[in-house]
């Protein structure tokens, strides 16, 4: 998935290092690239276009102007302290006289002004260079990252590393790239977390400074858990007004306090039994709720546990809500992988590897016969995946008329053709954006629709009907067949450029005849969820039925064995005995016919394979049959021109009447078009 780029420039590496650690200590990573250079590393180190410039001060912007791609966005860091290493600043004793190293007078005063904000009651004398006195008595010396500046006669230095990013600079980064309300949760959540690490590491003096509390406390009331962070006392050192509110202990201050004292005692009980790192529901006070409780751990000492926790009615009506508008929409996932049964080890083995695919944002490619649950699937693999909360968009190429799919795909713009909506139309691939498009039945899509195709999957590009501009499109991709795209490539079918661009995880699903061990328990899933629909009581199948049902061959697979069961349901009335399979009572007959159309087909083939162009046949036959309408011969040229195929209209011609001696093709007079036969479509099959 493409990321937004953030490059940070400093003048020292130092620096640099400093911020560019912190980013990924506050998992940013995830949701930017994160680049940085120091100002001696522009000459040789471009900028990519489009990222944002975060630089460390404004001092540097006339060096740094010369190598900004034109039009980025310069945001100017504000910065303070790490406080992760302020430890040994605590040590030093109240209002004693210390010197405060930099490289320049503001930054030191800036400096100054942020250690006392927070707390440090010390006599701090700004020294950088081209200061040259101090008092002699001082014997201490801090700096932010700038040890090299300090004098040497000063014995004991005190290094809490460079300045790193504030929390304002953050938002205004997040803003830029207009990120939503969720993100910026999300920010906020993890900047929560490292602040309580933080000030866990601080003296109870500096715990006490107003400023560094209030500080804290409204970024805390901004997360919608309840928030509840004590310590190894069992002393309450943080909390937030949603935590109060759900304790009923609005208007008290609890921090400091034991929380056995001033947390209701059952309560109290559940946080000390809840098991750490797991998500937990508990009932409390009639209501459902979902804990967690996590570690504070610094330096591998155990600073006591942070409680977050929240009524399980509220999840469950954000939940509601985005699901209902994604629903409303069409764009919803509905299956999981706990919809899909089976126990056999063909299934296992399917389930294991689609779970490890579904945590990838790289194209899937579902083989499998018909009826195999190729987009149930799909959709678990999009619930599983971490665009589980984004669109999925599903399209059937063998539902959509060839004359509709180009429209419906990449959309259009308004006037583009007679008929075309006002103001244009969103496609589907822009509808998938961010989340996953499903390309069912992709061994159907045409010569045309396979060339569009392949540009978005190399790309990420698409182009609206009658547009001229190019629009990104963020997706995952996941295809779906029931045909052999490797044998339709050698039949010049399929392009091969395609195929190797799907063909990148594929996934086997087995035939239903593959996994009969799970045959018993689809059958009684079926059963319970069908006769719930039906509102009927349920009924059972005798062993001699479910042993039929193993002996059966099911070329339907899954969908024709629900089928088997919706009609049982509606003519048997306790216990399914054999007599009841209406495939049973078929099988010979079909077999008998089966063998004569297969006798027939064959003819046919080998008469086309001795004439030489068995392949140009097969083309033509699919050309008309994606098409979904009646075509004429222009339009079969069209498509076989598009798709590489040098053929001549006396050929095309010739061929077609051949088609029609054969009962394969019905051709019409004039403008009537023509199209495939029954005959045809089995013709089609026989030759895959």
Known sequence: MERNTITFITLHDQTLQANINKCYELGMSDDFNIEGRTISQLAYLPIDAGSLIVASSDVIIPAIKPYIPPDAKI???????????????????????VLLVNDGKERALETIALLKESGIDLDFYPFYPGETTYPPE????????????VPHTIAKVIDIGSRVLDFATWIEIYAHFKYGILDLRRLTSRYVHSVVYITKELSDEIQKANLLRNHLEAIVDQIEDGVLAID???????????????????????IGQKAAKCIQTQFFQIICQLPYEKEEVINWENQTFFFRKTHI??????????????????????????????????LFAKYTFNDLAGISGSFKKMSTIARKMAKSNSTVLLLGETGTGKELLAQAIHNASSRRWEPFVGVNFAAISESLLE?????????????????????????????????????????VIQNRLLRVLQEREIMKVGGNRVIPVDIRVIAATNRNLEEMVQAGLFRADLYYRLHVLPIYIPALRERKEDIPLLVQEFIK??????????????????????????????????????????????????????????????????????????????????????QEVAVILQTIQQARSAVGRNYVISQMQAGGWDITEQQLRYRMQLLKNDKLLEVGRGRQGSFVTPKGIDFMKYIQ
């Open 75 to 97: 945001i100017i860091a504000q910065r303070t302290i790490n406080y992760s290493n302020i430890r040994a600043v605590l040590e030093i004793p109240r209002g004693m006289k």
């Open 138 to 149: 001082i014997s201490i010396a801090v700096t932010p990252g700038e040890a090299r500046f």
């Open 232 to 254: 190894e006392e069992d002393t309450i050192r943080i909390t937030n007004q949603k935590a109060l509110g759900i304790l009923h202990l609005q208007g008290r201050n609890i």
């Open 297 to 330: 751990l610094i330096e591998g000492r155990n600073y006591g546990y942070l409680i977050l926790f929240r009524r399980a009615s509220e999840i469950n009506k954000l939940e509601h809500d985005y699901r209902r508008k994604q629903t409303s929409k069409g």
């Open 407 to 447: 429209s419906e795909l990449f959309g259009y713009e308004e006037g583009s053709f007679t008929g075309a909506k006002k103001g244009g139309h969103i496609g589907l691939f822009e509808q998938a954006h961010k989340g996953t498009i499903f390309l069912d039945e992709i061994g159907d899509a045409s010569a």
């Open 529 to 614: 969820q069908i006769c719930n629909e039906l509102k009927r009581p349920v009924f059972r199948c005798s062993q001699e039925s479910l042993d039929d049902m193993l002996g059966y061959h099911w070329p339907g697979n899954i969908r024709e064995l629900e089928n088997i069961i919706h009609y049982l349901a509606h003519v048997v009335e306790d216990v399914v005995l054999s007599e009841h399979l209406i495939f049973k009572r078929s099988i010979s007959s079909c077999q008998e016919v089966a063998a004569h159309v297969d006798h027939e087909l064959e003819t046919v083939y080998q008469a086309y394979v001795s004439k030489g162009f068995i």
